[in-house]
Nanobody, 121 residues
Framework: QVKVVESGGGLVQAGGSLRLSCAAS????????MGWHRQAPGKQRELVAT???????NYADSVKGRFTISRDIGKNTVYLQMNSLKPEDTGVYYC???????????????WGQGTQVTVSS
């Protein structure tokens, strides 16, 4: 059983910063990649940033230069440093972990429960 848990959301004024954390726990698994998505009210969930096990990153154009994703391999944890926040960054932020169990070549995506980020103008 794999569990993914986010933390670090909250309310911040425009121009401020927040740091989100996400940890994957369990046993017998290896992580291929982790990432963050977000969903604003009335909108579809969208990709924010991803990072692979070897450190390759990918960002949505809307957050490039403002957000930074990083990981701690030993802790199975990924972070999202969000700077220069804008009201349009408001939404529920979901962490995902792309995981292989044991020696399987199959990959499965696990999601966290989400953490609310609200940016006031």
């Amino acid at each position: 059983q794999v569990k993914v848990v986010e933390s670090g959301g909250g309310l911040v004024q425009a121009g401020g910063s927040l740091r989100l954390s996400c940890a994957a726990s369990g046993s017998g698994f290896s992580i291929n990649a982790m990432g963050w998505h977000r969903q604003a009210p009335g909108k579809q969930r969208e990709l924010v940033a991803t990072i692979t096990i070897d450190g390759r990153t990918n960002y949505a154009d809307s957050v490039k230069g403002r957000f930074t994703i990083s990981r701690d391999i030993g802790k199975n944890t990924v972070y999202l440093q969000m700077n220069s926040l804008k009201p349009e960054d408001t939404g529920v932020y979901y962490c995902n972990a792309d995981i292989r169990m044991g020696y399987s070549v199959n990959q499965y995506r696990y999601w966290g429960q989400g953490t609310q980020v609200t940016v006031s103008s």
